[in-house]
């Protein structure tokens, strides 16, 4: 088992820096990011390239002074295409030149929104990713993809989507349920929205041109960029959404 542990300095809007660690696994074909929002939030990627399964994994601390005297762990599983991250290998080649310097992304790809329809029994995603499932652990009650996801899954693993389905726990359409920022009453279920964002992660890798012609274009460094994730999600009590005001 081959793994590579790297850990970046970045800086984000408004000029705050955090700290981001970059896990890559070779053997398994899967690369972990995880870093520490100032707020307490921590958030945790997971890509599994072999079953294009993407993890957002988000601890939220809770707000005592409103009567949340407990953390929140959600887990936002996501269909990722292959070209969307650089490979395992490629992270495992990186190297730290400067370990202090501080970074920022190179490109802006926006903020995704997705709307999380689907609460998954959490035990049953090793059906997607024996990784994704250990990461989730959790987050129990709190496991969410989409339909559409399930869909593209079904079609790269040329499986009934019927077979997929006896992950879901829950199926709801976004219609069916109230936005928490239009209700007052903490003890009513609704449809939360959670914005997250990964700033800094290597997307893709840069290849420059070769004085010799008989040579091709070699690999001279990596892009990196940035991106937003907007997810809606169905759940019990506003209460567990008191961000969403």
């Known amino acids: 088992m081959f793994r590579n542990y790297l850990d970046f300095i970045f800086c984000v809007q408004g000029g705050e820096i955090l700290q981001e660690t970059l896990t890559s696994n070779v053997t398994s ?29 988000v601890f939220v601390l809770g707000e005592e002074e409103r009567g949340q005297s407990q953390y929140q762990v959600m887990c936002f599983i996501t269909h990722i295409p292959n070209d969307d991250f650089i490979s395992s290998d490629a992270i495992s ?28 029994y959490a035990f049953k995603v090793e059906l997607l990713s024996k990784y994704a499932a250990a990461l989730c652990s959790e987050a129990m009650d709190t496991t969410y993809t989409s339909y559409k996801d399930l869909e593209k899954w079904s079609k790269i693993y040329d499986m009934p989507i019927s077979n997929l389905m006896t992950m879901v726990k829950i199926y709801r359409k976004p219609q069916e349920e109230v936005a928490c920022s239009k209700l007052s009453n903490l003890w009513f279920s609704c449809l939360c929205r959670l914005e997250l964002h990964i700033p800094w992660y ?30 809606s999600y169905f759940i019990k009590y506003k209460q567990l959404c008191l961000w969403d005001e």
Request: hydrophobic content about 30%; overall charge positive.
């Open 29 to 57: 074909d899967t690369v972990m990011l995880e870093y520490l929002n100032s707020d307490g939030t921590l958030i945790t990627q997971l890509i599994d390239f072999k079953r294009e399964v993407q993890v957002l994994k």
């Open 202 to 231: 290597p997307c893709s890798l840069k290849f420059c041109k070769s004085s010799d012609r008989t040579v091709d274009n070699y690999r001279c460094g990596i892009k990196t960029c940035k991106k937003g994730y907007r997810f």
């Open 93 to 120: 080649k990186l190297r730290q030149k400067n370990p202090g310097t501080i970074r920022t992304a190179e490109e802006n790809r926006g903020i995704m929104n997705k709307t999380m329809g689907i609460l998954l």
